[in-house]
């Protein structure tokens, strides 16, 4: 398997425009989280999925941010419009049903100047 | 909501020695207990996970022992390695399928 996929692995950006980061989870796999780490901050939980389905958005930072999850094997997470303090990395993370285990993807690296 | 700390948040060691890495929590219906290592620039990799009925678990050079009457659990590295090197995090679940990562502690071994 290729693990989850993220893309793009790098987006600079300018304040104000919309971006969107894409996630392939891995094959099978029931959950999908997206997080976002920063020095300051930490790696934060953003948002999760179960069977596409959004459980959790309280970690969603505020209604730029939306997150969506169309099928079982691609979700997006879009920010409209982006500001500088949204420089952050980015991860989107996969796990199958009742494991607990988590499978992280590479990360996108959001630069917004 | 389930609070997590990791001590220390960095620690240096000469390769070979041992390496101990402490996270509590505070949500007592938290019952999985990972540990994941994050290298620059990649994302977070499980290294070793314990689950609430058990107390300890062993994975060659690594070990992860819980105490749930104290609340906290520990990550141990014997016989470090330069490849050792990296950011280690906590990530208890307090329930549902959300983890709660930690702060996360560096790791600088040194050969």
């Known amino acids: 398997d290729a693990g989850v996929i993220q893309s793009p692995r790098h987006e600079v950006t300018e304040m104000g425009q919309e971006v969107t980061l894409r996630c392939k989870p891995i094959?099978?796999?029931?959950?999908l989280f997206w997080y976002r780490q920063t020095m300051m901050r930490g790696l934060e939980l953003l948002i999760y999925f179960n069977n596409n389905v959004p459980i959790d958005d309280s970690g969603m930072p505020e209604d730029r941010f939306s997150a969506k999850m169309p099928n079982a094997s691609f979700s997006t997470l879009k920010i409209q419009p982006s500001e500088p303090r949204d420089s952050a990395v980015y991860f989107c993370?996969?796990?199958?049903?009742?494991?607990?285990?988590?499978?992280f993807g590479p990360g996108t690296r959001l630069t917004v100047t | 909501g389930e609070n997590v700390e990791q001590h220390p948040s960095t620690l240096s060691v000469q390769e070979g020695d041992s390496a101990v890495i402490k996270c509590t929590y505070s949500?007592?219906?938290?019952?999985?207990f990972p540990w994941y290592k994050q290298e620059l620039g990649k994302g977070p990799q499980l290294i070793i996970d314990?689950?609430?009925?058990?107390g300890e678990k062993k994975d060659q050079r690594i070990a992860v022992t819980l105490n749930k009457t104290a609340k906290h659990f520990s990550l141990h590295i014997t016989e470090t390695q330069p490849e050792d090197s990296a950011v280690y995090f906590c990530a208890p679940r307090p329930g549902g399928g959300k983890l709660i990562f930690g702060q996360g502690t560096e790791l600088s071994v040194k050969p």
């Open positions: 094959s099978g796999h029931d959950y």
């Open positions: 314990i689950r609430s009925n058990v």
């Open positions: 993370a996969s796990s199958p049903r009742g494991s607990g285990e988590q499978y």
């Open positions: 949500d007592s219906a938290s019952n999985y």
